[in-house]
């Protein structure tokens, strides 16, 4: 059985649909960097960042990284269609939310990590700087990729998992129904797929698309 380790509303969420995808036995461990608790222990003691998602396969062997995690399911199990498309897009699609999104929002979340004990007013111009800078990154993102999250049978591949939920984050959707509003449409289809939609649900039993 995988283990996945993981809390709501966080990236975990695009690992639980991937596993669902692949028709595989698992469970979720509530785990965070940001809880403390039996499950953020456990989380520790396999991965000293305490970042999730961190997925744990039935042999013992400890992925991390999203975009990791979802390749090697996609690569494991290729009926689930997760790499299903222009491969190689899918793959740099993966790797670009890694680099310029997901770590952008690093940097808005926990600012003090690169700035230490500097002025609040400091810390809040790096944090305004970032959220421009990630807002435009998935702006050339839709430039780049907005064919390329779904697979050929029209469910979403891992990259239409990845961007729907990192874009859920600090305004980026809103951002997009305002400069890229075709694509924005787009991560509604995903948001709207039967096997993502209960999950985003339970993730996120607020949201209100802008």
Not at 155 to 181: C, I, K, Q, Y
Request: net charge negative.
């Amino acid at each position: 059985m995988y283990t996945l380790y993981g809390t709501d509303e966080s990236g975990s969420c695009m690992i639980e649909i991937a596993l669902q995808r692949c028709a595989v036995p698992w469970h979720r461990v509530d785990a965070s960097s940001w809880h403390e608790g039996e499950g953020s222990d456990a989380l520790a003691r396999i991965n000293p960042l305490k970042q999730i998602p961190t997925l744990v396969t039935p042999d013992g062997q400890v992925l991390t990284e999203s975009a990791a995690i979802l390749i090697h399911l996609g690569l494991a199990f290729p009926d689930a269609h997760l790499l299903s498309g222009d491969r190689a897009q899918i793959i740099r699609g993966l790797v670009y939310i890694a680099a310029n999104c997901y770590s952008a929002i690093g940097i808005i979340d926990y600012p003090h990590r690169w700035l230490g004990d500097a002025p609040d007013a400091v810390q809040a111009q790096l944090v305004s700087g970032t959220r421009r800078h990630l807002h435009q990154a998935w702006v050339i993102f839709a430039e780049q990729f907005a064919e390329q999250l779904f697979a050929d049978n029209g469910e979403p591949n891992a990259l239409g998992l990845m961007a729907a939920t990192v874009s859920r984050w600090d305004a980026a959707r809103e951002a997009l129904s305002a400069l890229a509003p075709g694509f924005a449409q787009t991560l509604a289809r995903v948001d709207a797929d039967p096997v993502v939609a209960p999950v985003f649900a339970r993730h996120w039993p607020q949201w209100k698309e802008s």
